[in-house]
């Protein structure tokens, strides 16, 4: 590509982020930013960049949804013999990065994930539409196929196999939760002078602290 890209920005401008603002508790303030994008950003408020560590040592990153915010921390579902899966087997140190453009503002958490409660992943199950649940018992999500025509016939069979039946929760699909230890919140402001409000866990405590942009 020859195309200029220099050209190609925008001013940050939403609104500051003061340390009053932003108060003690670092999940108070994400449900309230997440709420915030819920009204302002119709497409996709909740998706997010998830960083796992690879079996080679490189990170990988992909776009997953948020479908859970708890008291247990951030909540995911996936196929759990997927290249994330097998990475967070062997390494369950996480990120996960949201950005709302339309807001200027961007979340990062890292911390530990652990898997959710088998009944916590069936209960999540039973709620999504018919066509994901078969989905999930078709994709051996992360292999590599034949052909995309392999994988059509492959979600046919399934939806014969369950023909008015209920679509049982395949045993390696299930959630994910990352437990939180560190999160920084981003508000874009002009002349690149962004606000970066951090908060660690440390004994039970958010410290808060914030970054020169």
């Avoid at 996709?44 to 796992?52: E, N, Y």
């Avoid at 560590?53 to 948020?66: F, Q």
Wanted: hydrophobic share 35%; proline share 5%.
């Amino acid at each position: 590509m020859n195309r200029d890209l220099h050209s190609i920005r925008r001013d940050y401008q939403f609104d500051d982020l003061l340390e009053e603002q932003a108060g003690n508790n670092p999940l108070a303030l994400f449900d309230t930013w997440l709420e915030k994008a819920i009204e302002s950003c119709p497409d996709d408020p909740t998706a997010m960049v998830l960083s796992t560590i690879g079996l080679d040592g490189w990170p990988h990153s992909r776009v997953v949804l948020l479908k859970q915010r708890n008291d247990a921390g951030f909540s995911f579902f996936t196929n759990y013999d997927s290249e994330k899966g097998q990475q967070l087997a062997q390494n369950n140190k996480a990120s996960m990065t949201f950005f709302w453009p339309a807001l200027s503002r961007q979340v990062r958490v890292e911390g530990i994930i652990e898997k959710v409660s088998r009944k916590t992943s069936e209960t999540y199950f039973a709620t999504r539409p018919r066509g994901s649940q078969l989905a999930a018992r078709t994709s051996k999500q992360s292999t590599v196929i034949a052909s995309r025509d392999a994988l059509q016939k492959a979600f046919n069979a399934e939806e014969q196999a369950f023909n008015d039946l209920e679509v049982p929760c395949p045993e390696n699909w299930g959630g994910y939760v990352l437990k939180p230890s560190f999160i920084e919140f981003w508000q874009g402001r002009p002349s690149r002078l962004h606000d970066r409000i951090c908060y660690t866990l440390k004994d039970n405590d958010w410290l808060r602290t914030r970054k020169a942009p």
